[in-house]
């Protein structure tokens, strides 16, 4: 009788604790799922807010052909941040769509003993070149994000950088420069 008992406490117990292992897998993936979709809301809203800066960048000047958000061409970074940056967006002035390019380079340093010109360029960890097709007259739908791996050992320094753009293999504009501090932690 006794073996009964025993084993009918056994199943008992594993009982509740299946239970309770998939009421917390349930609440698990509703949580994840919550945190996974407001990250992704919020990106959504990040976006839709540099579209709309850049689009008023543009329309304060009919001339522009490339503007940068935030506006100030002055970047500041720590030593050892990762993924931070900048966005640019181009115009085509012309009369036709055509596909434009572009190349950011490092142009100098303040610290040219300890960071090259080479090592400024690695910096950039995302968006140092690109191509993009845009229709006579307007501007890039999606504006270029360009991002930044400050290494933990970087000296801190300026650095200038230019982007040139090219517009079906021919010059659109010159280099227009920015820059880059790096800061100590």
Known sequence: MKNKKAAMEL?????VTIVLL???LILGGYFVNKIFFSARGTIDQIDASVKSEVSKLFSSD???KIVFYPG???YEFKKGEKGQGFAFSIRNLGEQAGTF???ISAIETS???SLSLSQANNLISLGKTGSVSIPAGDIMEDPKLVTFDIPGTAPPCQ????????????LYSSSVDFNVVIKPK
Do not use: A, H
């Open 11 to 15: 199943t008992m117990g594993t009982l």
């Open 62 to 64: 009919e001339t522009k």
């Open 101 to 103: 390019t572009y190349n």
């Open 72 to 74: 100030s061409r002055r």
């Open 111 to 113: 610290c040219p003993n």
């Open 159 to 170: 650095i200038s950088y230019g982007i040139t753009i090219y517009k079906e293999g021919e």
């Open 22 to 24: 998939v009421m917390v």
